[in-house]
């Protein structure tokens, strides 16, 4: 895999918009628009595959001992990867309370 560091700022704008679409699941903002699609699609969709890609390919970094220590950002995107896999094992991601 490559140190691309695109990769890990993908992954946390995509995060940054799971965390709005989870928001947005309990207090409904911009109902209807382009934006809110534009934030679901990213958040449910894109997030969980960019933190995967992203964190096997630091995991894959870290084995060949070419990772330059823990940065913040990855550490989030890990956190969140986490989040959602849990939330999707557990089958909670498709419900809300509105």
């Known amino acids: ?6 990769l890990d700022k993908i992954a946390f704008i995509c995060n940054i918009c799971f965390l709005a679409a989870m928001v947005m699941r309990y207090y409904p903002v911009l109902q209807g628009t382009w934006m ?6 990213a958040g449910l969709f894109i997030s969980p595959v960019m933190n995967l890609v992203s964190n096997l390919n630091w995991l894959s970094l870290f084995i060949q001992k070419k990772a330059k220590g823990i940065q913040l950002i990855r550490v989030f995107n890990l956190v969140m990867f986490i ?7 557990t089958g909670n991601l498709g419900k809300t309370k509105i």
Do not use: F, I, N, Y
């Open 1 to 6: 895999m490559t140190k691309d560091p695109r």
């Open 36 to 41: 809110e699609s534009m934030l679901l699609v």
């Open 83 to 89: 989040l959602q896999a849990g939330l999707v094992l």
